[in-house]
């Protein structure tokens, strides 16, 4: 029967470049939260907008509802660059690299990757067909020292401050990479949370570099998918193409909420200076709880908001997943960024003062009542 004909093709097999690509360990962590669970597992801002942000929202939704150009209104690119054909707007950060990979990245390519770093760089190399190569960033303060650059490598990916390190690297170094030969995509979604100067970007160090940023986490906007990519313009011209396929555009409603946030100067400011003072409130509600409770004192981390912190138990793992099932905390075991995370556990202190200190607290009762 022709049914059988095509079970035998495999016609439910995902293609070859989705085999063996897997939902990340952060989702799997978080499968294990019940409603008694605090979540210190979450990659997004506590932050709610507040009465401007909202009315900016409605206003934003009065404007045409059609399809914008492929890269974005003009309008909102040019508040992002002088030149817009600079820049292309994209369903999220997320998005941008997917395209970027897609416009550059081949089989046989090897793709540098920090490690520890964000999951899903590695992932999109080897949908590409490409080899991640990861290049160790060292504790405790997680510079780059050596990149494992060969004649294969097509893409350098930097990110800066770091999810899961809230570390920033230094202008030196970023002067270096964008000058070493190969491309380099720097990842900058978390450049205006830092906490004692702004952390420097890449953007226009050289020809080579494109820049990829957005306004999921300074503007608390995670779920409204709106993110740029800055490129020389014939950088850019594969990537739009790309995006093309991938999105069409990006929403317009989500376009014309971010002309409306950067035309609003000085709420904008302020608000900024808000989620910055925020955030430096809960990540030091979680420094103190981490000595107290973990007994471990590590540098207050320069940006982002996470704390590595290096783990009582070496499988961190099984450590994570005893702690969500039995002390009803959720943090992201360090091996999900990288084998140089393992010994190490991301706790994210983008939630209340309460809930940090309290979910800190239950890891060290855990701790103490198994004799750790
Ligand atoms: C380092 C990093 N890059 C990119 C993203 C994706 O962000 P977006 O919501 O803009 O797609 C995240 C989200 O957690 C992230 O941590």
Redesign the pocket.
């Given at each position: 029967m022709l049914s059988d004909a095509y079970s035998a093709l495999s016609t439910l097999n995902s293609a070859l470049r989705f085999q063996g690509i897997e939902l990340s360990l952060i989702r799997q962590i978080n499968a294990l939260a019940t409603p008694l669970s605090t979540n210190l597992g979450i990659?997004?801002p506590n932050i709610e907008p507040d009465a401007t942000f909202r009315e900016l929202a409605k206003r934003a939704a009065t404007t045409s509802w059609h399809y914008s150009a492929n890269a974005g209104h003009t309008s909102l690119r040019k508040k992002l660059a002088d030149d817009p054909n600079e820049i292309c707007i994209t369903a999220?950060?997320?998005?941008?690299?997917f395209a970027i990979f897609q416009a550059y990245v081949d089989p046989g390519d090897e793709v540098l990757v920090p490690n520890p770093g964000?999951v899903?760089y590695a992932t999109l190399a080897r949908i590409c067909g490409a080899t991640p190569v990861p290049y160790n960033l060292e504790p405790p303060d997680w510079q780059i020292d050596q990149l494992p650059i060969t004649s294969k490598t097509k893409l350098i990916v930097v990110?800066s401050p770091?999810?899961p390190l809230g570390s920033i690297i230094n202008d030196d170094k970023l002067r270096e990479i964008a000058n070493a030969g190969p491309l380099v995509v720097s990842?900058e979604?978390?450049h205006e949370i830092w906490y004692d100067a702004p952390p420097p970007s890449m953007r226009g160090l050289s020809k080579n570099v494109i820049t990829?940023d957005?306004?999921?986490?300074s503007h608390s906007m995670?779920g409204l998918?709106?993110?740029w990519i800055h490129a020389h313009p014939d950088v850019m011209k594969p990537i739009i193409t790309a995006h093309q396929y991938i999105a069409t555009c990006a929403s317009v409603f989500s376009q014309a909420l971010a002309e409306a946030v950067f035309d609003a100067k000085e709420w904008n400011a302020q608000w900024l200076d808000g989620v910055r003072q925020q955030f430096r409130a809960q990540r030091d509600a979680a420094l103190f709880a981490v000595e107290r409770e973990m007994e471990v004192k590590i540098p207050p981390p320069r940006g982002?908001f996470y704390l590595f912190v290096p783990s009582p138990l070496c499988d961190t793992l099984s450590f994570a997943k005893t702690l969500a099932t039995d002390a009803a905390v959720l943090v992201i075991p360090g091996v999900a960024f990288g084998s140089n995370g393992e010994g190490f556990v991301r706790i994210s202190y983008a939630a209340s003062i309460e809930e940090v200190s309290t979910g800190i607290e239950r890891i060290g009762r855990w701790l103490r009542s198994s004799g750790r």
């Open positions: 990659g997004e999220g950060t997320q998005e941008g690299l964000f899903s990110n770091s999810n990842d979604i978390y990829v957005g306004l999921s986490k995670t998918r709106l993110g982002a």
